[in-house]
């Protein structure tokens, strides 16, 4: 058999490094966290890969579906995406990562258990010109039970000051909670120029770093970066989780149109307690998935569980 036929092992993904006691409390205290190249160069492999596929698929498209988001430019010569929308739904690779993987595990360290996965999304900033994202917090985006959600940054390419990095205001995750809607009462997705007037742009933090940087911020940090003024694109993928007893607030901007996995939990199960205005409760299991007891009724007769006069409580 010549070499080259000979199967190659895959080689194993790092497990990802342990947060140390200084880097949790940098995070409470300040809302954000930078590791540099934290994620394993085998994973990055894969995720290029992955990534590479719907640079291809977009090849096709004239204007942004449902998974990607191309910019008005866009030609099948010369491919110019914005984004791809929730990435684990799509391909194998962003699953594994996200729900099994270095952000998954960082997620898990950070909100000190197992978590809620909500939503991920690859953010492309195409090379010269890329757009800029504005000034904002999540939060606004996607209401939860609490504050604890966050979202955890990997770049797949190495990203310097020219690229757009993403900009964070450090303690800002604990400041007001700005009015993203305009002066006419829509929706901007974005902080009102009064507000970003009043940023003290010297303390904002702009998150470089070779490829595999992982950033993360949390849900309430005002955040943004800039147009992409080099000749390379700034691939970041962005994955948000909550602790497990924080629950999105159904009704309100993106939460309910998440994806296939949002609401998934990673690395333990629920218990249904939840705090709503500094009140405990065990709510009831999540029939959103499964099914359940169609009304009170079948809840309380154990419709399914006991048959033939087997019930012996309640
Ligand atoms: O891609 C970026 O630079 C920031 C992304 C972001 O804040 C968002 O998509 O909400």
Redesign the pocket.
């Known amino acids: 058999m010549k070499s080259s036929t000979v199967p190659v092992e895959p080689r194993p993904p790092r497990p990802a490094e342990t947060l140390t006691d200084e880097q949790l409390a940098a995070y409470r205290e300040t809302g954000y966290l930078q590791l540099d190249s934290f994620v394993s160069i085998e994973w990055l492999d894969e995720l290029r890969a992955a990534s590479a596929e719907f640079v291809e698929r977009s090849r096709t498209l004239t204007a942004s579906d449902r998974v990607l988001d191309v910019e008005p430019d866009h030609t099948a010569e010369a491919p110019r995406l914005r984004r791809l929308v929730s990435p684990l739904d799509h391909h194998e690779t962003f699953f594994r990562f996200t729900i099994e993987g270095p952000p998954a595990q960082l997620a898990m360290q950070l909100l000190g258990g197992p978590v809620r996965f909500h939503h991920s999304?690859l953010?492309y900033?195409w090379s010269d010109g890329g757009e800029e994202?504005k000034w904002?917090q999540?939060i606004q985006f996607w209401p939860h039970t609490d504050f604890t959600p966050l979202t955890i940054g990997v770049y797949l390419s190495d990203v310097d000051d020219e690229m757009?990095p993403?900009g964070v205001l450090p303690g800002s995750h604990v400041g007001p909670l700005h009015d993203l809607y305009d002066v006419d009462g829509n929706w901007a997705g974005a902080m009102n120029e009064q507000d970003v007037a009043d940023i003290d742009f010297d303390q904002m933090v702009w998150l470089e770093g070779p490829a595999g940087s992982v950033t993360v911020h949390n849900c309430c940090m005002v955040?943004?970066?800039l147009p992409n003024r080099s000749p390379r694109a700034r691939p970041?993928l962005?994955q948000t989780y909550s602790a497990i007893d924080s629950y999105p607030v159904a009704g309100i901007g993106a939460n309910g149109v998440t994806g296939r996995h949002g609401g998934r939990i990673v690395g333990g199960a629920a218990s249904q307690m939840l705090e709503i205005a500094g009140r405990t409760m065990h709510g009831a299991p999540d029939w959103s998935r499964k099914g359940g007891p169609p009304t009170i009724f079948g809840s309380q007769q154990k419709d399914g569980e006991h048959k033939d006069g087997e019930q012996k409580d309640g």
């Open positions: 999304k953010n900033k994202v904002h999540d757009g993403m955040h943004g970066s970041l962005l």
